[in-house]
């Protein structure tokens, strides 16, 4: 019996040395990409199925295929084909994303609707060879915009009843425009309506770039008071590149804080930094200790440029950064997701109250800010609030019912 459980234990800790090696490795082929490099040889003591696999769960076969067809040696044939497929995959993907974007913002422009395309639709061009980036959607915030007196622009409309009249009429529009298109909304409400269409077209249209109730609610309450208007199209905007630094930081963290994400953020990370060399980072830094989030943008900087640079030399806190984001995934985990919030709520708990009673107080009497936005017939219509919570749980229950069950056994056993 204790034989067994040794020898399990042994096999548990060389899995763990393999998984290791194997993110030492990709980190090292990632780096070799950005360079244009020879990568070393692949160490014994890892597989090319564990590389790829690794790789595949954080969407960046095509950010280390460039080192990866460099590469002097042998890849098992089956795995070799299989980065290649990725990255003409990437690349298509790209080119169709770009064609069938510039196809819908000109629509939306005629339609007299304001434009400014955010996120990853910019950041897969700072990367310096095409097809490194995957594509998994397009961000777009959109609306009728107007001067704001205050300097930068806002929504349409003198009162909040105005602009919420815009915007509805806003998003009316736009449906019309998808739907024309041959697109299906697959969300309607909250910060962002879902769009999406076959083979693969997913279009997240953003109305606010944070929710009400987040740590960066607030900064972003008005989304467009940091918006700059395209000199040759007035419907068309864009951040500055400080701005939209400061954006891609906290929509990092965002998915960091919640259920963790994977190393594309730090590959990310470092093609802005690579490409984006003249930052402004005294109003980078202040606007971010505004949100609270300058010591984690200086820990990702400091990350990405310690594992890309060419002349990097990573730090243990920086490879316990990098093992972390490696097992998150592209997308986190439920288990990440449940156990931050369960943290939050205790760093947030008084004196002599209970952790999870206090948590479950949370998630079923949700904000009003979260309310308002997420279930608007519920915070219109006060008399029926009290059926929420019952809702929600069977709306749970039907939709992510894996993820209801997680979150019930996290609960139970969380100390």
Same mark, same amino acid.
């Given at each position: 019996?204790?034989?067994?459980?040794?020898?399990?234990?042994?096999?548990v800790?060389q899995?763990r040395?393999?998984?290791k090696?194997?993110?030492?490795?990709?980190?090292g082929?990632?780096?070799?990409?950005?360079?244009? &490099? %020879?990568?070393?040889e692949?160490?014994?003591k890892?597989?090319w199925?564990?590389?790829?696999?690794?790789?595949?769960?954080?969407?960046?076969?095509?950010?280390?295929?460039?080192?990866?067809?460099?590469?002097g040696q042998?890849?098992?044939?089956?795995?070799?084909?299989?980065? #290649?497929?990725?990255?003409?995959?990437?690349?298509?993907?790209?080119?169709?994303? =770009?064609?069938?974007?510039?196809?819908i913002?000109?629509?939306?422009?005629?339609a007299?609707?304001?434009?400014?395309?955010?996120?990853?639709?910019?950041?897969?061009?700072?990367?310096?060879f095409?097809?490194?980036?995957?594509?998994?959607?397009?961000?777009?915030?959109?609306?009728? %915009?107007?001067?704001?007196?205050?300097?930068?622009?806002?929504? *349409?409309?003198?009162?909040e009843?105005?602009?919420?009249?815009?915007?509805?009429?806003?998003e009316?529009?736009?449906?019309?425009?998808?739907? !024309?298109?041959?697109? #299906?909304?697959?969300?309607?409400?909250g910060a962002?309506? %879902?769009?999406?269409?076959?083979?693969?077209?997913?279009?997240?249209?953003?109305?606010?770039?944070?929710?009400?109730?987040?740590?960066?609610?607030?900064?972003?309450?008005?989304? +467009?008071?940091?918006?700059k208007?395209?000199?040759k199209?007035?419907?068309?905007?864009?951040?500055?590149? &400080? =701005?939209?630094?400061i954006?891609?930081?906290?929509?990092?963290?965002?998915?960091?804080?919640?259920?963790?994400?994977?190393? $594309?953020?730090?590959?990310?990370?470092?093609?802005i930094l690579?490409?984006k060399t003249?930052?402004? +980072?005294?109003?980078?830094?202040? &606007?971010l200790?505004?949100?609270?989030?300058?010591? @984690?943008?200086?820990?990702?900087?400091?990350?990405a440029?310690?594992?890309?640079? !060419?002349?990097?030399?990573?730090?243990?806190?920086?490879? &316990?950064?990098?093992?972390?984001?490696?097992?998150?995934?592209?997308?986190?985990?439920?288990?990440?997701?449940?156990?931050?919030?369960?943290? !939050?709520?205790? #760093?947030?708990?008084?004196?002599?109250?209970?952790?999870?009673?206090?948590?479950?107080?949370?998630?079923? +009497?949700?904000?009003?800010?979260?309310?308002?936005?997420?279930?608007?017939?519920f915070? $219109?219509?006060?008399? @029926?609030?009290? @059926?929420?919570?019952?809702? *929600? %749980?069977?709306?749970?229950?039907?939709?992510?019912? $894996? $993820?209801?069950?997680?979150? +019930?056994?996290?609960?139970?056993?969380?100390?």
């Amino acid at each position: 019996m204790e034989k067994g459980k040794k020898a399990k234990e042994i096999q548990v800790q060389q899995r763990r040395e393999e998984l290791k090696n194997a993110g030492r490795y990709l980190i090292g082929l990632i780096r070799c990409s950005f360079h244009g &490099e %020879v990568p070393k040889e692949k160490p014994e003591k890892c597989s090319w199925e564990l590389v790829f696999r690794l790789a595949k769960s954080n969407s960046v076969e095509s950010t280390a295929s460039p080192a990866i067809q460099r590469y002097g040696q042998e890849i098992p044939e089956e795995i070799a084909k299989e980065w #290649k497929a990725a990255q003409n995959q990437t690349i298509y993907r790209q080119l169709r994303f =770009d064609l069938e974007r510039e196809q819908i913002l000109a629509k939306m422009a005629e339609a007299g609707l304001s434009v400014l395309p955010l996120k990853g639709i910019y950041v897969a061009d700072y990367y310096p060879f095409p097809g490194m980036r995957w594509m998994c959607d397009n961000d777009i915030l959109y609306g009728y %915009v107007e001067s704001d007196p205050e300097g930068g622009y806002c929504f *349409r409309g003198q009162t909040e009843q105005e602009q919420n009249n815009w915007n509805k009429k806003a998003e009316q529009e736009l449906q019309k425009i998808m739907e !024309e298109l041959g697109y #299906k909304a697959e969300h309607l409400g909250g910060a962002h309506d %879902v769009y999406q269409k076959e083979p693969f077209f997913n279009f997240e249209m953003h109305h606010r770039l944070a929710e009400a109730d987040s740590i960066t609610g607030e900064y972003y309450q008005n989304p +467009w008071k940091r918006a700059k208007q395209n000199d040759k199209n007035k419907q068309f905007y864009y951040f500055s590149d &400080e =701005d939209e630094y400061i954006y891609l930081i906290t929509h990092a963290y965002k998915h960091f804080a919640h259920a963790g994400c994977g190393i $594309r953020t730090l590959a990310d990370e470092y093609a802005i930094l690579s490409k984006k060399t003249e930052l402004d +980072w005294k109003y980078v830094k202040t &606007e971010l200790e505004k949100l609270e989030l300058d010591t @984690f943008e200086e820990k990702l900087r400091a990350t990405a440029q310690n594992a890309f640079s !060419e002349k990097g030399e990573l730090r243990c806190e920086d490879w &316990e950064m990098i093992f972390y984001m490696l097992g998150c995934g592209t997308y986190g985990t439920t288990g990440n997701m449940i156990r931050n919030r369960l943290e !939050e709520t205790k #760093k947030n708990l008084k004196a002599g109250e209970d952790v999870r009673q206090s948590y479950m107080k949370e998630r079923v +009497w949700i904000s009003e800010a979260k309310m308002k936005e997420f279930y608007p017939f519920f915070y $219109r219509h006060k008399i @029926f609030r009290v @059926f929420l919570p019952v809702y *929600r %749980v069977i709306k749970g229950m039907i939709l992510h019912p $894996r $993820r209801l069950i997680a979150e +019930w056994k996290a609960w139970r056993t969380f100390q």
